[in-house]
């Protein structure tokens, strides 16, 4: 009985340990087996984040010497303070663990967030460069406009000077031959020094269609051989360029625009000297005409 007891013992322990042993080698496999899972998990998402990384890497080098040309500030701002988060980014997924793909894909999310962001600021600029170069050409041509408007204008005043010029010249006043009869007291002409009391100086005032018509003040000046002027004996003056002139004699005469003699006299205070005088005609601030004569 007791040798059968032991049978029995022996073949539930050979049971037990065979049943232990299937089950080791069963936990074996399956452990094996998710070993296995957990090592291509593992691998798959080291690669992920590898990817990731790659995609970082390429957005930081793509905008790390990228730059907008802008003169708006807040924009510039606005774009460093992305072009920062992408490098904070990356610092963090370098040292985030493989393992932990919440946060990976968070990453991943914030990633493509910033990457619009950066994009829409470089389409913004571009749009923003566009208008200011259509604004640029527009002021360029403009500009020309302006300088070619500001050139035609300086022709034009150019040619209304000169237009001016021509009319006033054509407008001017204008004698013609001068003539000096020297006289005597009795009025008669002479030749002798001696008897020479008075001299009379007469012109003509040309005929002239352009020049104004109506009163004018004719001024003579007569200066001795030693450019002494014959003064009126009022010594009055009359304006010339800016200065105020003695004259021998002058006459109001009434001018038509046709052709007009004046006679004008100058009584002398003493027998004048032998030597050229000369005389000098004026009218409305011009110099209409000149002559030397002498006494002898």
């Keep these: ?54 995609e970082f890497e390429d957005l930081a080098r793509q905008y790390e ?15 460093d303070e992305e072009k920062q988060k992408v490098q904070d980014l990356l610092q963090e997924l370098k040292t985030v663990k493989s393992t932990n793909a919440r946060r990976i894909s968070e990453l991943k ?3 493509g967030t910033v990457r619009t962001v ?5 389409v913004k600029v571009d749009s923003l460069n566009r208008v200011n170069g259509q604004l ?27 237009l001016d010029e021509k009319i006033t010249l054509a407008s001017m006043l204008e004698v013609g031959q ?46 001795d051989p030693n450019g002494k002027l014959l003064e009126s004996p009022r010594a009055e003056k009359f304006p010339f360029e800016g200065q105020n002139l003695g004259f021998t004699c002058k006459k109001e005469v009434e001018y038509n625009g046709e052709n007009t003699p004046v006679c004008m006299y100058y009584t002398l ?20 005409g000149e002559r030397n004569f002498s006494f002898q």
Excluded: H
């Design 1 to 54: 009985m007791k040798k059968n007891t032991w049978l029995v013992i022996s073949i539930l322990l050979a049971a037990a340990l065979a049943a232990i042993v299937f089950l080791f080698f069963r936990q074996k496999d399956q452990l094996d087996k998710t070993t296995s899972e957990l090592e291509t998990v593992t691998t798959e998402m080291e690669f992920q984040k590898q990817e990731s990384l790659e």
């Design 65 to 79: 010497n990228y730059y907008i040309n802008t003169d708006n500030d807040s924009l510039l701002k606005l774009f």
């Design 109 to 111: 999310k914030e990633l």
């Design 118 to 122: 950066l994009q829409s600021y470089v």
């Design 136 to 162: 640029i050409a527009e002021n360029e041509q403009v500009r020309k406009q302006y300088e070619e408007a500001s050139e035609n204008a300086r022709i034009w005043e150019e040619k209304s000077i000169e």
């Design 178 to 223: 001068i003539n000096i009869t020297a006289l005597n007291s009795k009025g008669k002409q002479t030749t002798r020094l001696k008897r020479i009391e008075r001299i009379e100086i007469c012109f003509d005032l040309r005929r002239n269609i352009t020049a104004e018509r109506g009163l004018k003040q004719v001024f003579v000046r007569v200066t």
């Design 269 to 288: 205070p003493e027998a004048p000297s032998e030597g050229i005088y000369t005389i000098t005609i004026f009218a409305e601030g011009n110099i209409l």
